[in-house]
């Protein structure tokens, strides 16, 4: 029988880590660094552009850096956190302050060339067109079980 060394903690962390994904809370293991956050995105896919749409509020446009290299496509920001007074009472601090590094690896048929990104109102789209005349899957194969 072997020996396992006892760590009470653990299990309450990996609890607070997985509710944590679930409700974008930074992991236990990063609560002294509350900065850590990643904001929410949705990635969309028309005829002719792929459409990746990240949620950034409070995050300003001279705090955002998107940049391309070798195919992954990378969002960098941050949010800084509002200068506060000694005589103010805190009764909570839900939202979260610091940097955030998203990277997504782009498919073959992107258009690196052609990328756009914008930001408004707590939005930051980026529009990555398609190649001309890249071949389009077929929208569904069924393949026979045998």
């Known amino acids: 029988m072997a ?4 760590e009470p903690m653990k299990g309450i962390e990996e609890f607070f880590d997985r509710y944590g994904r679930l409700v974008a809370w930074p992991s236990s293991r990063h609560w002294g660094a509350l900065g850590d956050w990643q904001p929410r995105v949705d990635i969309r896919e028309t005829d002719g552009t792929y459409l990746i749409q990240a949620d950034i509020p409070g995050v300003e446009k001279n705090d955002l850096k998107v940049t391309l290299e070798q195919g992954v496509l990378t969002l960098q920001g941050e949010r800084r956190q509002e200068s506060r007074e000694d005589k103010d009472r805190m009764h909570r601090v839900e939202r979260v302050y610091g940097s955030f590094t998203r ?3 782009l498919p073959a048929d992107a258009d690196e060339a052609g990328l756009k990104a914008s930001s408004k109102e707590g939005q930051l789209s980026i529009e990555i067109p398609k190649k001309a005349g ?3 899957p077929p929208s569904a194969v069924q393949v026979p079980v045998e």
């Open 134 to 136: 890249a071949a389009t």
């Open 103 to 105: 990277s997504f690896t």
């Open 3 to 6: 020996l396992e060394k006892w």
